[in-house]
């Protein structure tokens, strides 16, 4: 998200600029040290997935079951039904894991963490991105019949690293209440703004942008008398070779007039 831009930082003068680089530092320092904010996920989603986890399941361990122990020659389903036990099994020890928290804010070390799928993702502050972000089409579809049944909307904060090309989303369906997903956008609004990891992002893009321009233009100018060079030596050749052809002629027509005489 673009960090909001103080009235000082239009001006071009040495001393607003020093105010403004102050104001950072004071900013920075004014958030949270040795702490870390623990934003647990929904505990509806969590009990649905431990739910729909255990059915999965005891189906995947009955169906693996079923087709080792009996003498049926269908054994790749005695291997799929293997595979959803260990998926559903994965997903029930990842509930505990998002129970805890599915967004952290680690301020001693520095970084925001995210639990998705069944990783845990580490984003430096001086990586940190955020901006609010938008429902697909079908939880745009979901939100006209919330909005029609006078229900709260749901609000969308993208977590970003400017250095990769994926990006994370979180919604307030996600965490455990409104209030934790305001908290949290509160607290990763203000580490974008003080850390201004996207605009420092973007500053490196134009610098190697125009680095690669400079680049070509000198390149464009050393070739430049290189091939004046090479269309000197053609034009040269050029007249050599009409000057030849020049003699040659001549000759001709001494030897033409010569036997003419005779």
Not at 3 to 28: F, H
Not at 64 to 70: E, G, K, R
Request: hydrophobic share 35%; glycine share 4%.
């Amino acid at each position: 998200m673009d960090s909001e831009r103080t009235p000082g930082e239009t001006e071009s003068s040495d001393d607003v600029k020093l105010t403004v680089i102050e104001s950072d530092d004071r900013t920075r320092d004014d958030l949270p040290t040795g702490t870390v904010h623990c934003f647990p996920a929904n505990p509806k989603q969590v009990l649905l997935r431990r739910v729909l986890s255990v059915l999965g399941a005891l189906i995947g361990s009955a169906g693996a079951t079923y087709f080792l122990m009996t003498d049926t020659p269908y054994y790749w389903l005695a291997f799929l039904f293997a595979v959803l036990f260990i998926v559903c099994a994965l997903v029930f020890a990842q509930t505990f894991l998002i129970a805890g928290y599915r967004v952290a804010v680690d301020y001693e070390k520095k970084e925001v963490v995210l639990r998705y799928v069944f990783r845990k993702l580490k984003i430096p502050f001086e990586d940190f991105d955020c901006r609010e972000g938008e429902p697909d089409k079908a939880q745009r579809a979901l939100g006209k019949i919330r909005a029609s049944a006078n229900r709260p909307q749901r609000m969308y904060l993208i977590l970003d690293n400017v250095h990769d090309e994926a990006c994370y989303q979180t919604s307030s369906y996600d965490l455990a209440s409104n209030s934790d997903f305001l908290k949290l956008k509160e607290e990763a609004e203000q580490i974008s703004r003080v850390f201004k990891a996207r605009e420092k992002y973007e500053a490196e893009i134009r610098e190697e942008d125009e680095s690669d321009e400079t680049e070509a233009i000198l390149g464009t100018e050393t070739t430049r008398p290189e091939t004046h060079e090479v269309e000197q030596e053609a034009s040269e050749t050029e007249a050599e070779v009409e000057d030849t052809e020049t003699v040659f002629e001549k000759k001709e027509d001494e030897s033409g007039q010569g036997s003419a005489a005779e």
